[in-house]
């Protein structure tokens, strides 16, 4: 790996185990965590309404809104060890589903119950994540209201905080009422988060937060709609979807013309910013903290989950929305394809041509009436 990468990503080797476990935090019993915001609160004396995708946007968020407390069916009985059992017979990645790649490890003998346990503190730690991320977009998305210069893009990020804060309540009921624990914040997503709030530029609040944390929420939680059978979870997940589609999209829309004006340093940054972002995401889902209440050595396990086939499938299939978005950004092959040749390390680039979601944040609309 180049010096120049090296420096950005602070280690060598992108799977350098020591190094990804050495980014820890040290605060863990916090409640609070203050980050700089360098950044002016910017008043426009335009009105005009002279961004027609990001004006239909905005009327979509509108009409999309839905009550995390009433529409919600909370009644719905949930039994955790049952669902991690059916998570785990229609698990297509997953640490657990190649038990030989795992000869040798400390979890090669481990039994049902050992499984069931890591299982169930996985979905805390998953839940937990998601929930700590969308307080990461509750922030970002107000300082978007503050700080972008559009009158309608103010207009539509209002509406996205709504969302956020809608997303945080129900996560975190989720994890009250239905599951068995909370885990703190991941260091590698808390480190991704203080970097886009201290950035000064409302674009790259745009692109760490609505292109790269949003896009690969957007992913994950149709990978886990599609897994769970769990109904509560699984129409929550829908709902969610339905608005974080429409965030990933306002982060497109907007950034295109933002981009297209931008010069060759400029778009370099940002290539360089999405690529540091991308390996902390990458990161972040080696859930070292379960490992560590399992009794279990990260530096020992991780190793064997970056090596296995059928997890890193999982891991790629996470990038699915980032890439493709990318690529619409013009992010991939400005530079001499310096992004595409990231992607490519980092196996990713096989989505390039999925659609982009600027396209395709429609289909993820709520149905009238009942969500599926």
């Not at 180049?2 to 980014?23: F, K, Y």
């Not at 795992?102 to 996985?122: A, H, N, R, T």
């Not at 239905?178 to 530029?201: E, T």
Request: glycine letters at 6%; a negative charge; aromatic letters at 10%.
């Amino acid at each position: 790996m180049s010096t120049e990468i090296s420096d950005m990503i602070g280690r060598d080797d992108v799977n350098d185990v020591e190094a990804i476990l050495a980014i820890t935090n040290t605060d863990v019993d916090a409640v609070q965590h203050a980050v700089k915001d360098n950044a002016d609160a910017l008043f426009t004396w335009d009105y005009d309404l002279s961004r027609p995708a990001l004006r239909k946007l905005y009327e979509k968020a509108k009409t999309g809104q839905w009550n995390g407390e009433t529409d919600l069916p909370w009644q719905t009985e949930v039994d955790q060890e049952a669902v991690v059992i059916a998570n785990a017979a229609a698990a297509q990645g997953g640490v657990g589903t190649n038990p030989d790649h795992y000869i040798g490890s400390p979890v090669e003998k481990w039994g049902d119950k050992e499984w069931l346990e890591f299982g169930i503190q996985s979905q805390n730690w998953t839940l937990s994540q998601f929930m700590h991320g969308e307080q990461g977009a509750l922030l970002c998305t107000a300082k978007i209201v503050e700080t972008v210069p559009w009158y309608d893009a103010k207009l539509y990020a209002s509406t996205q905080v709504v969302d956020e804060a809608r997303h945080v309540e129900v996560f975190a009921k989720y994890l009250d009422t239905k599951l068995s624990g909370h885990y703190p914040i991941n260091a590698h997503l808390r480190m991704l988060l203080d970097d886009i709030v201290n950035d000064s530029r409302w674009d790259m609040t745009y692109l760490g937060m609505q292109i790269m944390v949003e896009g690969l929420a957007l992913a994950a939680f149709g990978f886990m709609h599609q897994m769970t059978t769990e109904p509560l979870l699984k129409q929550l997940l829908r709902y969610v979807m339905s608005d974080e589609a429409r965030h990933v999209a306002f982060g497109v829309l907007s950034l295109q013309e933002v981009y297209a004006g931008m010069g060759a340093a400029e778009i370099r940054e940002r290539q360089e910013f999405a690529f540091e972002a991308s390996v902390r995401m990458r990161d972040r889902f080696l859930q070292q903290e379960v490992w560590e209440r399992m009794g279990i050595s990260p530096k020992v396990m991780i190793p064997y989950i970056l090596s296995d086939d059928t997890r890193g499938l999982f891991q790629q299939m996470l990038f699915s929305k980032i890439v493709p978005n990318c690529k619409k950004l013009g992010l991939l092959d400005a530079a001499d394809g310096w992004l595409r040749r990231r992607y490519e390390e980092l196996g990713v680039i096989q989505f390039e041509d999925w659609a982009d979601t600027g396209e395709e944040y429609g289909e993820f609309a709520l149905p009238d009436g009942a969500v599926a």
